[in-house]
């Protein structure tokens, strides 16, 4: 947006807190209450069958109330609108980052399924994190691809959801992740069946490593 544009529009919609509502400097902005509330990085526990794929995981915040509604806002109904206050967030967690996910190496979105991304219009790993992780030093790579459609996982229990992703992900041809140390990315983990079959195709590839990072997990 052009500088005298991007005036007139905080005039008429002035921008806000997406929590709150206050009103903030600039779109996409959070009061610091708000932030600190919904910003909650942690390490995600993980049980031991999924350890044998996948060798760590974290979460940037809880998925409930305000992550989980920016969430559903992006991936439902297709609002872009909700990327800055992400965006904003995942800069306020960069120390973080730097500091609890070393070294920086590749990282890989979990992709949907071709169709499925064509009728979204994108794929919601993608928008939330590349630009973030490039500018902190990522390579990025779209190294994985989905074989086939999967039914949508929330409304299915744990074991069915297993079931539903395995054997959903292959590396691509050119993945070329042999040796490397893998950061999967994707919105949320709840069962943490859709990281898991990610991370063992990434390993059937050679990767030396797998670890994952969510925007947000309702796992404490
Ligand atoms: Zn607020």
Partial sequence: MGAVLEVLANFIFPPHCPVCQAYVPQRGGWCQDCLTVTLRPH??????????????????????????????????????????????????????????IVPCAMAVPVPLYAAKERERGFNQAELIFQEWLLKNGWQWRRALQRRRATLPQYGL?????????????????????????????????????????????????????VRALVLASDRQ
Avoid: C
């Fill in 157 to 209: 229990a744990a074991e069915a959801r297993a079931q539903n992703m395995r054997g959903a992900f292959l590396a691509a041809a050119d993945a070329a992740v042999q040796g490397s140390d893998v950061l999967l990315v994707d919105d949320i983990l709840t069962t943490g069946s859709t990281l898991f079959a990610g991370a063992l195709a990434l390993r059937a590839a050679g990767a030396r490593s």
């Fill in 43 to 100: 390490r995600l526990p993980l049980d031991p069958a999924m350890l044998s794929a996948l060798d760590a995981a974290w979460a940037l915040g809880s998925y409930h109330g305000t992550l989980r509604g920016l969430i559903h806002r992006l991936k439902y109904q297709r609002q872009r609108s909700v990327l800055p206050a992400m965006q904003t967030l995942l800069t306020a967690a960069s120390p973080w980052l730097s500091q609890e």
